[in-house]
């Protein structure tokens, strides 16, 4: 595990370089392809190169790692045009091929695990409900700027942008695409917040130091020991 854990670096850049590569060989239009995965070619090098000071934890790198595949596939077909929505639409009986709706889901849930990390190591923050409105804010504050992207693109874009943002005649895509968003961060926390808070104890366990969250899972244990009155 240790050695695997030297190389998740390498692993990483590996498997993301590879979902580009072959998302842009496949890629029906090259533009829309660059406004996809931008996210993609923007986080990678940040990763990559903070790796040595900054490590995340399995889980924050596992879904960035799936963020990064739902974006690639976006990246081939256009999201109004990627097969899986349209099974969608046929199973569920949706009016419009939904694939967006899963991107931007995502757009929610995984960066919640990934703002949520930084702030616990990298500010005084501590687990609570000021942590996860903060983080949900976050995440929806993203999902906005995202849509002024979008609207940006259009603007300078014009008819080349039409892929890009997929609308497909939805009038309230834009509020629904923040909603997904916001349900997506809160069901992160929800779900995932004790896995996320146990890996990071173990991360913290490193020789390296203790971090906020270690500290105050440390008093939490302080105080249960009292109230219990074990020692």
Not at 67 to 91: D, K
Not at 141 to 169: K, P
Not at 185 to 209: E, F, I, K, N, Y
């Amino acid at each position: 595990m240790a050695n695997l854990s030297k190389k998740y670096p390498i692993l990483f850049t590996l498997y993301s370089l590879l979902l580009l590569v072959v998302s842009f060989a496949a890629a029906r239009d090259r533009m829309t392809w660059v406004l996809e995965t931008f996210v993609v070619l923007f986080a990678l090098p940040i990763l990559f190169f903070t790796y040595a000071k900054f490590r995340f934890t399995p889980l924050a790198y596992w879904l960035i790692g799936v963020h990064f595949l739902i974006l690639c596939v976006g990246g081939i077909y256009t999201y109004a045009e990627v097969p899986l929505g349209f099974w969608m639409q046929e199973w569920f009986g949706f009016s419009r091929n939904n694939y967006d709706k899963i991107g931007h889901f995502a757009q929610g849930f995984i960066p919640a695990i990934v703002a949520r990390e930084l702030l616990l190591r990298r500010s005084p923050l501590r687990p609570g409900k000021w942590l996860s409105f903060i983080v949900a804010s976050i995440c929806l504050a993203c999902s906005a700027f995202y849509e002024l992207l979008e609207w940006w693109a259009a603007v300078i874009l014009e008819s080349s942008a039409e892929d890009f943002l997929g609308t497909q005649g939805y009038e309230w895509d834009a509020q629904s695409d923040m909603f997904l968003a916001l349900i997506g961060a809160v069901a992160a926390l929800l779900l995932l917040a004790r896995l996320h808070d146990r890996q990071m104890a173990r991360l913290s366990a490193r020789p390296s130091g203790s971090s906020p969250l270690a500290e105050a899972s440390a008093a939490r244990a302080g105080e249960e020991r009292d109230r219990t009155g074990t020692g």
